[in-house]
Nanobody, 122 residues
């Protein structure tokens, strides 16, 4: 069974930085779109950033210019470098692995990690 395991969350002061990591088991990583999502209390889960198997990247508007997503296929890992953190970045951050067939838009899988807490506070 494929598992996604996040690490790197914690407490940081406003303006600080954190780096999240997500490692997947199994052999799906290289073919997957990997993403980071977050969910704050009382709010819906939202996309933070995603990176496709071809390396193309998409960011949520609220993190553009501050966060950077990257992937290492050899390590089956995806990373989220978060800089200039703000209190509104406080949330549980989830790693996601997804595969959709382009030919018919059929979702093959959509997998989630357990989440890691990021708290930005002075």
């Amino acid at each position: 069974q494929v598992q996604l395991v996040e690490s790197g969350g914690g407490l940081v002061q406003p303006g600080g930085s954190l780096r999240l990591s997500c490692t997947t088991s199994g052999n799906i990583f290289s073919m997957s779109t990997m993403g980071w999502y977050r969910q704050a209390p009382g709010k819906q889960r939202e996309l933070v950033a995603s990176i496709n198997s071809d390396g193309s990247i998409n960011y949520g508007d609220s993190v553009k210019g501050r966060f950077t997503i990257s992937r290492d296929n050899a390590k089956s890992s995806v990373y989220l470098q978060m800089n200039s953190l703000k209190p509104e970045d406080t949330a549980v951050y989830y790693c996601n692995a997804r595969k959709v067939l382009r030919i018919n838009n059929k979702e093959i899988y959509n997998l989630w990690g357990q989440g890691t807490q990021v708290t930005v506070s002075s």
